[in-house]
C-alpha cells in the first residue's frame, strides 16, 4: 500500500524566516509525486508535479525538490499569504489513476 | 483558466436519505476522481472514472456509493442511505491523463444529521 508522510504536522514561521517541509514516501513505482496547497473549506491547488530523482521546480517563493524516499518543499523569504495547509501526493506506476495524500504541514507566516 | 465547479457547497440530510452530489469537470480532461477529507483529517480517495467506468475504487466506496456521468458534462456521486459518518467535504477531481495531475473543485460540504 502506498504511504505518505508529511512533517512538521505544523509549523510557525516569522514572515522572511525560509524553512523546509518534508514528505516521505513508500510506493511501488513511483509515477508521480505532486505538491498541493490547501486553503481552509477550499480544494487542493495544484502546485508541482515531480517525476523522477533529482528533479527540481520552482515556482515564486516555493521549491520543491525529488529524491528516490522524499520530497522537500522549500519557502524562501515566506510571506503571511503562504499560510495554508501543504499537501504532499503520490501516484504509482502501472497505469494506476489513484493518487494517495499525506496529512499535510499546516503552515502560519506570522508578519 | 479551466477549473472543476461542485453543486451544492453545502448540503445537510437526515441520516438514512440519498444525496447526489454534482460536479462539472474539465472540459478536455478524460480521468475523473470522487475524494472525501473528513474535518481534521486527510484527504481520502474514493473512486476514479474513465471512459464511462469506474477504473479504481477504494474500500470506503462500498455499495451505498454509486458514480455516473449522465450527459458529456456532468459527473456525479450518489449516496444511497446516508449515515452519520458519511459527514465530510467531497471533493470532484479531473485530470488528462494518468501522468497529469489532479485538479480539484472546491468541495461539498455535506452534513448528515
Known amino acids: 500500500e502506498d504511504q505518505v508522510t508529511q512533517s512538521p504536522e505544523a509549523l510557525r514561521l516569522q514572515e522572511g524566516e525560509s524553512s523546509s517541509l518534508n514528505c516521505s514516501y513508500t510506493v511501488s513505482g513511483l509515477r508521480g509525486l505532486f505538491w498541493y496547497r490547501q486553503d481552509p473549506g477550499k480544494g487542493p491547488e495544484f502546485l508541482f508535479t515531480?517525476?523522477?530523482a533529482g528533479e527540481e521546480k520552482e515556482k515564486e517563493r516555493l521549491k520543491a525538490t525529488l529524491t528516490k524516499k522524499e520530497s522537500f518543499l522549500h519557502i524562501t523569504a515566506p510571506k503571511p499569504e503562504d499560510s495554508a495547509t501543504y499537501l504532499c501526493a503520490v501516484r504509482r506506476s502501472g497505469g494506476y489513476q489513484k493518487v494517495t495524500f499525506g496529512t499535510g504541514t499546516k503552515l502560519q507566516v506570522i508578519p | 483558466e479551466p477549473e472543476v465547479t461542485q453543486t451544492p457547497s453545502h448540503q445537510v440530510t437526515q441520516m438514512g436519505q440519498e444525496v447526489i452530489l454534482r460536479c462539472v469537470p474539465i472540459s478536455n480532461h478524460l480521468y475523473f476522481y470522487w475524494y472525501r477529507q473528513i474535518l481534521g483529517q486527510k484527504v481520502e480517495f474514493l473512486v476514479s472514472?474513465?471512459?464511462?467506468?469506474?477504473?479504481?475504487k477504494s474500500e470506503i466506496f462500498d455499495d451505498q456509493f454509486s458514480v455516473e456521468r449522465p450527459d458529456g458534462s456532468n459527473f456525479t456521486l450518489k449516496i444511497r442511505s446516508t449515515k452519520l459518518e458519511d459527514s465530510a467535504m467531497y471533493f470532484c477531481?479531473?485530470?488528462?491523463?494518468?501522468?497529469?495531475?489532479?485538479?480539484f473543485g472546491n468541495g461539498t460540504r455535506l452534513t448528515v444529521t
Open positions: 515531480l517525476y523522477s
Open positions: 477531481a479531473s485530470s488528462r491523463d494518468t501522468n497529469s495531475p489532479l485538479h
Open positions: 472514472f474513465y471512459n464511462n467506468e469506474i477504473s479504481e
